[in-house]
């Protein structure tokens, strides 16, 4: 059974980087069938892609997240991390990390999602 | 940039009708990589249809998808009481991005 965790703050501050990680089980990170992505949801943006990475740590990015963004694949190759630089209270939103079938490029499995709050 | 937009924004209904749930593409779509899912109050969104009218594994007939071009639809038969909810379509585009609808809510009527 395939399962998907976000873990990290549900707080930050502005002008500093967000961390998150998802840790991933029950699916190997280093199969060629799936990436590994991120999406955040907000009242006023509705789902957003953040970024994606594949096995092959190659990284894809909404452009205009871009300039902020990290992803990257953790050595134990069951997790992998986003880091969002400059957080400012337009980046409070729902994070979750989802997996992309490659095929047919959707996101079959979610995390639960975990709400990142940017407040002083 | 692809936008997807969907119609209604709500959708008043009762259990047992038929609902169709519409989402236009700014730009033709490519149909293999059009998808559906279903978001309800707390949840992370789950895929229901993918490559515009395929079945994501567990989910039941009464759910279908069709479309081609700009405009592709999403059709459940017969409502059931869990369909009430927040749609949203997804597509992935050429330019390696990743676009979803703002959103169909299926409300009870």
């Known amino acids: 059974q395939v399962q998907l965790q976000e873990s990290g703050p549900g707080l930050v501050k502005p002008s500093e980087t967000l961390s998150l990680t998802c840790t991933v089980s029950g699916a190997s990170i280093d199969s060629n069938t799936f990436y590994w992505a991120w999406i955040r949801q907000s009242p006023e943006k509705g789902l957003e892609w953040i970024a994606t990475?594949?096995?092959?740590?190659?990284?894809y990015f909404n452009p205009s997240l871009k300039s902020r963004v990290t992803i990257s694949l953790d050595a134990s190759r069951t997790r992998y991390s986003l880091k969002l630089r400059s957080m400012a209270a337009a980046d409070t939103a729902v994070y979750y990390c989802?997996?992309?079938?490659?095929?047919?490029?959707?996101?079959?499995?979610w995390g639960q999602g975990t709400l990142v709050t940017v407040s002083s | 940039e692809i936008v997807l937009t969907q119609s209604p924004g709500t959708l008043s209904l009762s259990p047992g009708e038929r609902a169709t749930l519409s989402c236009r593409g700014s730009q033709s779509l490519s149909s293999s990589y059009l998808a559906w899912y279903r978001q309800t109050p707390g949840q992370a969104p789950r895929l229901l249809i993918y490559?515009?009218?395929t079945r994501a594994t567990g989910i039941p007939d009464r759910f279908s998808g069709s479309g081609s071009g700009t405009d592709f639809t999403l059709t459940i038969s017969r409502l059931e009481p869990e369909d009430f909810a927040v749609y949203y379509c997804q597509h992935y585009g050429s330019s390696l991005r990743y676009t979803f609808g703002q959103g169909t809510k299926l409300e009870i009527k």
């Open positions: 490559g515009t009218s």
């Open positions: 990475i594949n096995y092959n740590g190659e990284t």
């Open positions: 989802a997996r992309d079938r490659v095929r047919w490029r959707h996101f079959d499995h």
